[in-house]
């Protein structure tokens, strides 16, 4: 007997046994709920999957329990394979999603189980990361299903392993360029605010006195109370530029009204902050600030 038929024989021992292929994955920067979810929408499937093609049917949601779908993969038209799927159980908050085919593959292998089990990594330190185990079973009712069984671990392994954690990247929302902006100034604006109530406290009011203003403590009340809203302005904007979109811009823009008005200030009440460019300095950074806003605003648009 050739090493051929050798193989072939056994294979045929072996139809009637169920194979199982197990196969696991960590994906990090996303939480359990999100990539259960993920999974479950069909549409994504021939992303993650090398042999899928296409998909047909309602997916482009998560399924529920009943749902049906049709995925078609090998090498269409060549070689086109059909699997009706059902969606036996699902269930997000627990990670779990089966999907069952009776028929299977005509000819091939039937009793097809894909059966998905998803938590969060419990070893994972710091970015939310999760686990995603897949049992693939089968009942073979032909060789080349028993065959098939490397080719179908790889594609199991190459799917969790390299093409989930892609299609999940590329399918991220990115971060516009007007939110980096706002977050920078933000930061800028919240160090700047430190600085300054540092200077006031032990610094000698050294910034006060360069725009031609007395030391904090000679300040009238009134303007101590200024110059602690000028302190705070910094960290608010801060604060606000992790919030994001207006709430982010409401605060870039009171911390810009309250250096100017504090500038325009100084300049009327005291006579050695007339002589100083301390207003124009002020203006001329707010200046830029609404600038860079404006360029970054249409740099997302495009």
Known sequence: MTVARRIVFLSCLVVADSITIKTRGRIPGIAPRDLHNFLATPANWPTIVASSWEVQGMVDKPVRPGSVVDEIFGLPPILPLRVQWACERTDANAGTLSMVSKEGLSGIAVDTRMDFAVCADGEATGAECSIVELDMSYSPVSPLAVLATPVLYLDNALALKVLLPRALAAAAPQRAPLDDFRRLMGTLYGFAG?????????GGSQLLQAAGCPPFLELPVAGQMLAVVWCLAGPAAAAASWVGASVADAGLVAYGVVEVSCAVLATAIYA??????VLLNAALVQAAVAASWLYSSQKAGN
Not at 194 to 202: E, G, P, S, T, Y
Not at 272 to 277: F, K, L, V
């Open 272 to 277: 050695d902050s007339a002589d100083s460019p």
């Open 194 to 202: 430190l600085a300054h109530a540092f200077d006031l406290a032990v």
